[in-house]
C-alpha cells in the first residue's frame, strides 16, 4: 500500500507538472521544459533513482513531452497566424543539426556540468527577463541569414542540454532582432518541436545500455514519466495559446523569473555539495 501510495504520489506531481509546462509552452512560446526538468529531478532523487543519471534522465524525458506539447501549441498559434515560416526555414535546419549533436554528446557530460548548465543558464535567462541584456548585446548585429543561423544552432545547443523547447532563448532573440513578440511566440512553439526531436533521439542513443538507467527506458528517455507528464501538457498547451492572445503574460513572467532564479540557485549548490 505504501509503494502504491507512492506511485500514485509521484505520477501524480508528473501530470500537474505537465499540465503546468503545458500552459506555460502556449502562453510564452516555451517548452514547457524549464517547469518539468526540476520536478523530475526531485521526485527521481527521492525515488532512489542514480544520482549520476537523474539529470540526463530529466532532461531527455522533457525534451520527449516537448515534441507533443510543442506541436500542440505550434498549432494553435499557426491557427491565428502567428508562425513566420520565413523564421521556420532560416533556424530549423540548424536547430535540428545543434540539438541532435547536444543530445549525442550528453553523455560525455557528467551529472555536475549538467546541473550547472542547468544552472546557470536559469539565472541568465531570469536575469534576462527583468534586464534586457540580450537585446544590447545584439543591438549592433544586422537582422541577416547569418545571425539568424548563428543564434539558432546556438540556441538549440544549450536548450537540447537543459532539456527546454528553446522559447526563453529564442523569443528574446527573435524580439531582439526586430520581430513582434506574438510572431515570436508563435515561431518558438514550432521551434520547439525541431530541437526536442532530434535533441531526444540523441539523448536515446547516448543513454543507451548506460548503467543506473531505470527500466522502462529508452537511453534516457524514461516512458513512464513521460506518459504523465504528457497527458497534462498536450492537454493544456492549447490553452496557454489561446491565453497568450488575450493577455500580457507580464504577471506570469514576473513568476517564471522568481522560479528560474530558485532553480537556479539550486541546481548550482546541488552541483557544488556533490
Not at 509503494?3 to 500537474?16: E, K, M, N, P
Not at 527521481?44 to 510543442?70: K, N
Not at 550528453?106 to 540580450?134: D, E, K, T
Amino acid at each position: 500500500m505504501e509503494f502504491l501510495t507512492s506511485l500514485i504520489s509521484d505520477y501524480g506531481a508528473l501530470a500537474l507538472a505537465g499540465v503546468a509546462a503545458g500552459i506555460i509552452a502556449g502562453l510564452l512560446g516555451v517548452g514547457g521544459g524549464i517547469v518539468m526538468v526540476p520536478v523530475m529531478t526531485t521526485i527521481f532523487a527521492a525515488s532512489g533513482m542514480d544520482e549520476a543519471v537523474i539529470l540526463h534522465v530529466a532532461v531527455a524525458t522533457s525534451l520527449a513531452v516537448i515534441i507533443p506539447t510543442g506541436a500542440s501549441s505550434a498549432l494553435a498559434h499557426h491557427r491565428k497566424g502567428a508562425v513566420s515560416f520565413e523564421l521556420l526555414k532560416l533556424w530549423a535546419p540548424f536547430m535540428v543539426a545543434a540539438s541532435f549533436l547536444g543530445g549525442i554528446s550528453a553523455g560525455l557530460y557528467s551529472s555536475l556540468v549538467m546541473r550547472l548548465i542547468f544552472g546557470v543558464m536559469a539565472i541568465l535567462i531570469a536575469v534576462n527577463s527583468v534586464v534586457p541584456i540580450q537585446k544590447r548585446m545584439m543591438q549592433n548585429l544586422s537582422d541577416s541569414a547569418t545571425t539568424h543561423r548563428i543564434s539558432a544552432a546556438v540556441i538549440g545547443y544549450i536548450s537540447s542540454l537543459m532539456g527546454i523547447g528553446g522559447g526563453s532563448l529564442s523569443v528574446p532573440t527573435m524580439a531582439a532582432l526586430g520581430r513582434k513578440v506574438h510572431q515570436a511566440v508563435g515561431t518558438s512553439s514550432a521551434l520547439g518541436v525541431f530541437i526536442a526531436v532530434p535533441g531526444a533521439l540523441g539523448f536515446v542513443l547516448s543513454g543507451w545500455g548506460v548503467s543506473g538507467v531505470p527500466d522502462f527506458a529508452l537511453g534516457y528517455v524514461y516512458l513512464p514519466a513521460f506518459l504523465a507528464l504528457a497527458l497534462g501538457a498536450i492537454l493544456c498547451a492549447p490553452l496557454g495559446a489561446a491565453l497568450a492572445h488575450r493577455l500580457s503574460g507580464e504577471w506570469l513572467k514576473r513568476v517564471l523569473t522568481i522560479y528560474l532564479l530558485v532553480v537556479g540557485v539550486r541546481m548550482i549548490m546541488k552541483a557544488i555539495s556533490g
